[in-house]
Nanobody
């Protein structure tokens, strides 16, 4: 059974940083896309970042570009999201995602989802 477990969320002041982690179990995703999405209260889930393959290529939503960094460690079956210069509008539940169909840019349709971790940025 595939599981994605996120950790690292919490409460931080604007301008601060958090690092989210997502550990996969049940199968390996070393040759599959992995990414992050988020959902703010009253809004639809939106794409944040994806690392499609192991060659280091990454893609970001415009709203987080230059502030967030996605990375992966295939030996640990883990994907990370380093979030710097956080803003109150980054407040959301952040979801890890894996496998599925990736086309280009933010055009990513995952198969597997984590349970989410809350990130709250105070002003």
């Amino acid at each position: 059974q595939v599981q994605l477990v996120e950790s690292g969320g919490g409460l931080v002041q604007a301008g601060g940083s958090l690092r989210l982690s997502c550990v996969a179990s049940g199968r390996t995703f070393s040759n599959d896309p992995m990414g992050w999405f988020r959902q703010a209260p009253g809004k639809e889930r939106e794409f944040v970042a994806v690392i499609p393959w192991s060659n280091g290529a990454t893609y970001y939503a415009n709203s987080v570009k230059g502030r967030f960094t996605i990375s992966r460690d295939n030996a640990k079956d883990t994907v990370y999201l380093q979030m710097n210069s956080l803003k109150p509008e980054d407040t959301a539940v952040y979801y890890c995602a894996a496998d599925g169909n990736y086309y280009s840019g933010s055009d990513y349709y995952p198969t597997y989802w984590g349970q989410g971790t809350q990130v709250t940025v105070s002003s």
